[in-house]
C-alpha cells in the first residue's frame, strides 16, 4: 500500500493506495467519479481524459501513485452550485451528445485547449480533440460546441 495526497475537483484527499492501481481506477471504483470513462485502457481512444496540474492526461495510463500531490479536474468538477459548465451548456444546446461515452473526455480537451488558448481556430480546436475519438458525431458538432463555448464563455466573463 502507498499513502498519497491529492486533490481532485477542488477537494482534498489522502489515501491509502495498492501500488498496482491505475489513476482511473481510483477517480472510478475508489472515489465513485464515474464521468470518466474508460474505452481502451490503452490511452489511445482519450475517453479517460482528466486534467491534472494543468494538462491533460489519460487516467487510463497513469499510476494512481504518479498523482500523488498533484490537482486533478475530472468532468464532474466542472459544474458549479448544479450549473452546468460553459462547455458543457454548449454542447447539449448544438447536439454534440450522441451516445455520450467520448463526451466527457471530450469536454476536459476542450477545456484544457480553451484555458491554454481562449480563441482557437477551428482547425486548432481539431487539433485540441485529436486524442479522443468519437464514433457517433463525425466531430462537427464537436467542433461546433467548442466555437459555441467560447461565446459563452466571454459572455460569462462580462
Do not use: W
Request: aromatic share 4%; hydrophobic share 35%.
Amino acid at each position: 500500500m502507498k499513502r498519497i495526497q491529492l486533490v481532485i475537483n477542488g477537494k482534498d484527499y489522502i489515501l491509502n493506495i495498492d501500488e498496482n492501481m491505475r489513476l482511473l481506477d481510483l477517480l472510478r471504483d475508489e472515489l465513485g467519479l464515474i464521468g470518466t470513462k474508460e474505452g481502451c485502457g490503452e490511452g489511445e481512444c482519450g475517453a479517460c481524459t482528466i486534467i491534472m496540474d494543468g494538462e491533460t492526461v489519460n487516467s487510463c495510463l497513469v499510476m494512481a501513485f504518479q498523482a500523488h500531490g498533484s490537482s486533478i479536474l475530472t468532468i464532474e468538477g466542472l459544474e458549479q452550485n448544479g450549473e452546468l459548465h460553459p462547455i458543457q451548456k454548449a454542447f447539449v444546446d448544438v447536439g454534440a451528445v450522441q451516445c455520450g461515452y467520448c463526451t466527457p473526455g471530450m469536454i476536459m480537451s476542450i477545456k484544457s485547449l480553451l484555458d491554454k488558448n481562449p480563441n482557437p481556430t477551428r482547425e486548432e480546436i481539431r487539433k485540441g480533440i485529436s486524442g479522443n475519438l468519437c464514433r457517433c458525431t463525425g466531430y462537427n458538432k464537436i467542433v461546433d460546441a467548442a466555437e459555441l463555448s467560447i461565446k459563452y464563455l466571454e459572455e460569462e466573463k462580462r
